[in-house]
């Protein structure tokens, strides 16, 4: 082999090198997208509001709508730029939303809880937890949404975190006479807002997998 044929070769050989380094530092790895430790000395400098992308994928029910719209008002007067995807009577709503939040470069999925047969936790099916897992491949965190605390089977490497969502309002009496009383605990010591949290998770900070959050 020729000086320059082996200059050639060797050029190549870092070129792919760099590649596979390049790919592997985008794989996940064993936790969920945006839920990984990360050392507070760790110097980030975070995603640009105007960068932003939310995916909002609603429930297949139309009992969390009223609240959906007060979020995507919220999220708005953040500008933070957002798209809703209904699931309402419509076969793998959910599935085909987060497929195509992965498409178009979402930072981040907010996907509503579904209830289960005995109305608690939530519940999908297996082509959202296929898609779940696409999204996580691609970087992607995805982040449960609840008004109260629920319990799931999904596994935890596809969702960095479960919002349990309130306005100010909700603070009432009304509020904690149809909550749990670790929830009103929970939101009264230890509540964010949505602006807050959303950025947390996407800039991968370290934070408890059930984050209560309010929108107001």
């Given amino acids: 082999m020729s000086m320059r044929r082996a200059k050639a070769a060797a050029l190549v050989s870092a070129m792919v090198l760099v590649l596979g380094l390049s790919l592997a530092g985008c794989a996940p790895g064993a936790g969920a997208v945006g839920d ?16 932003v992308l939310i995916t909002f994928i609603g429930a297949e029910t139309s009992a969390t709508t009223a609240q959906d719209r007060q ?6 007067a953040k500008s933070m ?24 470069r979402s930072t981040m999925i907010l996907l509503r809880c579904n209830a289960t047969k005995n109305s608690v936790g939530c519940d999908f099916n297996d082509r959202v937890v296929a898609a779940l897992r696409s999204a996580r491949n691609d970087g992607i965190p995805a982040v449960l949404v609840s008004s109260s605390k629920q319990s799931t089977t999904l596994d935890e490497r596809l969702y960095a975190a479960q919002f349990v969502l309130h306005a100010e ?13 670790s929830d009103v605990t929970q939101l009264q010591q230890s509540s964010i807002s949505l ?3 959303s950025f947390i998770v996407m800039n991968n900070v370290r934070h408890a997998k059930t984050m209560y959050v309010s929108y107001e």
């Fill in 81 to 104: 730029k957002t798209r809703y995807a209904s699931s309402q009577n419509v076969t793998d709503a959910q599935a085909e939303a987060i497929v195509a939040a992965v498409a178009n």
């Fill in 71 to 76: 979020i995507l008002h919220y999220l708005q």
């Fill in 169 to 181: 309002s909700d603070e009432s009496s009304a509020f904690k006479d149809t909550h749990a009383d």
């Fill in 36 to 51: 990984a430790p990360q050392s507070s000395s760790m110097a980030h400098d975070g995603i640009d509001r105007s960068d």
């Fill in 195 to 197: 602006e807050q949290a």
